[in-house]
């Protein structure tokens, strides 16, 4: 039972490259949520997706999108990477309303 | 405007030297509030979810409490092993019960 994965670890873009980053689940979650987290702002939400199917747009989602690909797995694409995009990325997942989160290693993205 | 505001930002104790970190709220019709602890390098691992007013967990030397506004994070004789980032999230029915993080308090014990 792994939990949260997240891949890849660590990540070197330069501005305007594009990259998926990648999270599944083996708790058989039905909620799966983006942050990212940067020194003094806390985690912000960019996306989640309360079921497999559906996906909502979170406080910060301009410049990603993403993709529930089944119950498992939800993947977060920068599409045209900026600077202000560096930051830690984590995925976290929850079996339902009012239930805990669980949280990935995290990927660290640093964009040139 | 925060609905979530955490203090001390930073806290540095002596191994041993009892201290609490405070968590306030602003969402109306809180419908849980949960503590984290994030280790440098790692992502936030769960460690205590409150529902009500009053009520009260407790784990190892850490013991958790919330009111109707705040919730504490009480850390009992601390060991340099407690050091971390603890962070504080609320849950209220607007925005899907999606969670609002605050922004950290950052503990360093000494030894």
């Known amino acids: 039972n792994a939990g949260v994965t997240q891949t890849p670890k660590f990540q070197v873009l330069k501005t305007g490259q594009s990259m998926t980053l990648q999270c599944a689940q083996d708790?058989?979650?039905?909620?799966m949520y983006w942050y990212r987290q940067d020194p003094g702002m806390g985690l912000r939400l960019i996306y989640y997706?309360?079921?497999?199917?559906?996906?909502d747009k979170g406080e910060v989602p301009n410049g990603y999108n993403v993709s529930r690909l089944n119950k498992r797995e939800f993947s977060l694409r920068l599409e045209s990477a900026a600077p202000s995009q560096t930051s830690v990325y984590f995925c976290?997942?929850?079996?339902?309303?009012?239930?805990?989160?669980?949280f990935g290693p995290g990927t660290r993205l640093l964009v040139l | 405007e925060d609905q979530v505001t955490q203090s001390p930002e930073a806290l540095r104790l002596q191994e041993g030297e009892s201290s609490s970190l405070n968590c306030s709220y602003t969402?109306?019709?809180?419908?849980?509030l949960f503590w984290y602890r994030q280790d440098p390098g790692k992502g936030p691992e769960f460690l205590f979810t409150?529902?009500?007013a009053g009520e009260e967990k407790e784990k190892e030397r850490l013991k958790a409490t919330l009111t109707k506004k705040e919730s504490f994070l009480h850390i009992t004789a601390p060991k340099p092993e407690v050091s971390a980032t603890y962070l504080c999230?609320?849950?209220?029915?607007?925005?899907?019960?999606?969670?609002?993080f605050g922004r950290g308090t950052s503990l360093i014990v000494h030894p």
């Open positions: 976290a997942s929850e079996a339902g309303l009012r239930e805990t989160q669980y």
């Open positions: 708790m058989n979650h039905n909620s």
């Open positions: 997706s309360a079921s497999e199917g559906t996906t």
């Open positions: 409150l529902y009500s």
């Open positions: 999230a609320v849950q209220a029915p607007g925005g899907s019960y999606i969670p609002t």
């Open positions: 969402v109306s019709g809180l419908r849980g």
